[in-house]
């Protein structure tokens, strides 16, 4: 850690260098994320270049956010979208894919030009040195503050996380299980009312008289109608019972 | 020492390759990418911001914790909500015809 420091100091350009290089590496990255044909190498390019954006915050001096970048991002969303291809094979196969036609992309790539350049203009040319301090603020060993802000002062924010995330869960299984439910037959198990595979039902044995009736002649409907009620009774109750 | 507007320029060039990747692409997967690929560099510039302010110090810190802790939430959604477009139309292609006479919850 002390020699890592002294390198620093003795060798300003070390630094710049470091960033340069990050800087380069994240911008093919990310290229490379949105346009490689095949979308498993896409998001193994993405998670590659998650790792490297933890790079900017380790030279930011905040090593927490960059472990936690690095969990989150690149072991995390990566291995999500990896699963979720997994779990689409169309998704894999790129020949399925379309793209845009030239003219969007031409159109995309003037509309993302102009919002970078707009925004490149203002973060260079905007007297940032002016209202933040030139120099690093002296922030070695932050983790300890840093956490302290968190739980100490704003617990409250941990908690609208927690909240946040616990909902997400359940919305997320609570969608995937109604769209199950829809396309789901009837349970019939070996035990319980399920089992039965015609059960006892009053409305059923009442609508179903009316369908017989077309096929048979009047008399017959008749005779097990007035017969009907002195059988009947007896089986709910055997049922009941 | 590397000034914060390096920083803000990396981040704005990340803005601009995910908005362009969420443009033009048609694969929900790739929109996805572009998506997270935005909120990096919305998180990059939110912490060099913070980092070079030296009143904000802490706030943009504990912030950034908080928002890569929804952006995995987010994430998880949207790959739920992708897998349910896979299962009722059988493709995760924005540019591939779906037909909805088909479908029956329409």
């Given at each position: 850690?002390?020699?890592?420091?002294?390198?620093?100091?003795?060798?300003?350009?070390?630094?710049?260098?470091?960033?340069?290089?990050?800087?380069?590496?994240?911008?093919?990255?990310?290229?490379?994320?949105?346009?490689?044909?095949?979308?498993?190498?896409?998001?193994?390019?993405?998670?590659?270049?998650?790792?490297?954006?933890?790079?900017?915050?380790?030279?930011?001096?905040?090593?927490?956010?960059?472990?936690?970048?690095?969990?989150?991002?690149?072991?995390?969303?990566?291995?999500?979208?990896?699963?979720?291809?997994?779990?689409?094979?169309?998704?894999?196969?790129?020949?399925?894919?379309?793209?845009?036609?030239?003219?969007?992309?031409?159109?995309?790539?003037?509309?993302?030009?102009?919002?970078?350049?707009?925004?490149?203009?203002?973060?260079v040319f905007?007297?940032?040195?002016?209202?933040?301090?030139?120099?690093?603020?002296?922030?070695?060993?932050?983790?300890?503050?840093?956490?302290?802000?968190?739980?100490?002062?704003?617990?409250?924010?941990?908690?609208?996380?927690?909240?946040?995330?616990?909902?997400?869960?359940?919305?997320?299984?609570?969608?995937?299980?109604?769209?199950?439910?829809?396309?789901?037959?009837?349970?019939?198990?070996?035990?319980?009312?399920?089992?039965?595979?015609?059960?006892i039902d009053?409305?059923?044995?009442?609508?179903?008289?009316?369908?017989?009736?077309?096929?048979?002649?009047?008399?017959?409907?008749?005779?097990?109608?007035?017969?009907?009620?002195?059988?009947?009774?007896?089986?709910?109750?055997?049922?009941?019972? | 020492?590397?000034?914060?507007?390096?920083?803000?320029?990396?981040?704005?060039?990340?803005?601009g390759l995910?908005?362009?990747?969420?443009?033009?692409?048609?694969?929900?997967?790739?929109?996805?990418?572009?998506?997270?690929?935005?909120?990096?560099?919305?998180?990059?510039?939110?912490?060099?911001?913070?980092?070079?302010?030296?009143?904000?110090?802490?706030?943009?810190?504990?912030?950034?914790?908080?928002?890569?802790?929804?952006?995995?939430?987010?994430?998880?959604?949207?790959?739920?909500?992708?897998?349910?477009?896979?299962?009722?139309?059988?493709?995760?292609?924005?540019?591939?015809?779906?037909?909805?006479?088909?479908?029956?919850?329409?």
């Amino acid at each position: 850690m002390m020699q890592a420091d002294v390198w620093l100091e003795l060798n300003p350009w070390f630094e710049q260098l470091m960033f340069i290089l990050i800087a380069g590496l994240v911008i093919f990255l990310a290229y490379a994320a949105l346009e490689h044909k095949r979308i498993v190498y896409a998001v193994f390019f993405f998670g590659f270049m998650a790792a490297f954006v933890a790079g900017f915050f380790l030279l930011l001096e905040a090593p927490f956010i960059a472990g936690m970048q690095i969990a989150v991002y690149t072991g995390g969303i990566s291995a999500l979208i990896i699963f979720g291809v997994l779990l689409i094979p169309r998704a894999q196969d790129s020949t399925l894919e379309s793209f845009a036609s030239p003219r969007y992309k031409r159109l995309g790539a003037l509309i993302s030009f102009v919002v970078v350049m707009l925004s490149g203009h203002l973060a260079v040319f905007f007297p940032w040195s002016e209202t933040f301090a030139s120099d690093l603020p002296p922030l070695e060993f932050n983790i300890e503050l840093v956490s302290q802000w968190i739980w100490s002062d704003h617990g409250i924010y941990v908690q609208m996380t927690a909240l946040i995330l616990l909902t997400s869960i359940v919305g997320a299984i609570a969608i995937l299980k109604m769209d199950k439910a829809e396309t789901m037959g009837p349970i019939i198990g070996e035990f319980g009312v399920e089992s039965v595979e015609e059960p006892i039902d009053d409305e059923a044995s009442v609508e179903e008289p009316p369908t017989e009736e077309p096929l048979d002649d009047e008399a017959s409907v008749e005779e097990p109608s007035t017969e009907g009620p002195s059988t009947e009774e007896p089986e709910e109750e055997v049922g009941n019972e | 020492m590397i000034p914060l507007s390096w920083y803000l320029f990396v981040a704005f060039i990340l803005i601009g390759l995910g908005a362009y990747g969420m443009m033009v692409k048609r694969n929900l997967i790739r929109i996805l990418i572009g998506a997270e690929i935005m909120g990096n560099g919305v998180n990059l510039a939110l912490v060099a911001i913070s980092i070079y302010s030296p009143v904000f110090t802490f706030v943009g810190q504990g912030l950034i914790i908080l928002v890569i802790s929804v952006a995995a939430a987010h994430t998880a959604l949207a790959m739920v909500l992708m897998l349910m477009y896979n299962r009722r139309y059988d493709t995760v292609d924005l540019g591939t015809p779906i037909s909805l006479e088909d479908d029956e919850n329409v």
